[in-house]
């Protein structure tokens, strides 16, 4: 049974902060959205739920995070009330950072087992998992990478796919990569050593030397996310409003909107804090519904649609 409050229901309507020509921003925690008759109105209707929830951690943050089974169950039991809102072929892409346990250096399986219980309890098949890596990021753990010097930095989080069928709507000629400079060279020269290889794939040369427009990109995603001059950033500064501290890279969000939906299509995130899901969305001509449960970081996230953006300020 979950205890903390704040993620319990509260009865409260969501109220809508600002909107773009595109998209919506409520204030309101995800649990009293789910219940109320904006989220009836989204019923079936979302191509892709994108977002990044707390995470496990050990220590609580001003952003709020559950740890434990308390974790496990909170974020398992919005996976209903998720599900009802996506369209038949939509999906749903979840960041999970890494855990530790508690003064151990020995990673947790927390987020795993809520993983699998947030799939189970909604029904949903797993796509793909992909890994999001950073190699700016700063080390950590500390006592265990900088003083210790026992473990390697943790750079990376887990990105999962899953959706409530086996084959939703995606395209990976949306998110092709540029070809690399030997690619491009091949491409140039005609040639290539076709034929059965080691691993017992077999090459094709006429069809591997075909020019696709690019190239079919892994499920390793890097992202540095270290600028400090965007328009969000900046505008916080201007307004005297703290940045949220775990903001994911926007290369993030715009690679599965492009992927996983079209333009028009609704993308949700009902965690969307400086709403990274939402800014990618609107330049990808996608409709969005962002909730968020902390007004400052609604307030702060008007910086991103600065030109556009419309309501309570």
Not at 28 to 50: G, M, P, T
Not at 65 to 72: T, V
Not at 73 to 89: H, M, Q, R, S, T
Not at 203 to 223: K, Q
Request: glycine fraction near 8%; charged fraction near 25%.
């Amino acid at each position: 049974m979950i205890r903390d409050a704040r993620y319990q229901k509260s009865g409260a309507r969501p109220r809508l902060t600002f909107e773009t020509g595109r998209g919506r921003y409520f204030h309101c925690k995800v649990e009293d959205f789910l219940a109320s008759e904006e989220a009836k109105q989204l019923r079936r209707k979302v191509s892709l739920i994108f977002t990044s929830p707390p995470f496990p951690l050990n220590h609580k943050k001003r952003y709020g995070n559950l740890r434990g089974e308390e974790y496990r169950d909170w974020l398992a039991g919005l996976a209903p009330g998720l599900v009802k809102l996506l369209k038949p072929d939509g999906s749903i892409v979840i960041e999970v950072g890494n855990s530790w346990n508690p003064g151990e250096p020995t990673m947790s399986t927390l987020a795993l087992e809520a993983l699998l219980e947030f799939k189970e309890r909604g029904g949903l098949h797993l796509c793909q998992q992909f890994v999001c890596h950073n190699p700016a990021r700063l080390p950590s753990p500390a006592q265990w990478v900088n003083v210790e010097r026992i473990r390697v930095k943790d750079s990376f989080t887990q990105v999962w796919w899953l959706s409530p069928t086996e084959r939703p709507a995606a395209c990976n000629k949306r998110v092709l990569q540029e070809y690399s400079a030997a690619m491009r060279k091949l491409l140039d020269r005609g040639t290539y050593n076709a034929g059965r290889r080691p691993s017992q794939h077999n090459i094709n040369g006429e069809t591997f030397l075909r020019n696709n427009g690019g190239a079919i990109p892994s499920n390793v995603l890097t992202f540095s996310n270290t600028t400090n001059k965007d328009d969000y950033l900046v505008y916080c500064r201007r307004h005297s409003l703290e940045p949220h501290p775990a903001r994911m890279p926007i290369g993030l969000a715009d690679f599965f909107v492009r992927f996983l939906t079209s333009p028009r299509n609704l993308v949700f995130d009902p965690f969307a804090g400086s709403n990274v899901t939402g800014a990618a969305a609107e330049a990808l001509k996608r409709r969005w519904v962002a909730v968020e449960a902390n007004g400052g970081y609604i307030r702060g996230s008007q910086g991103r649609f600065q030109t556009e953006a419309t309501g309570d300020h």
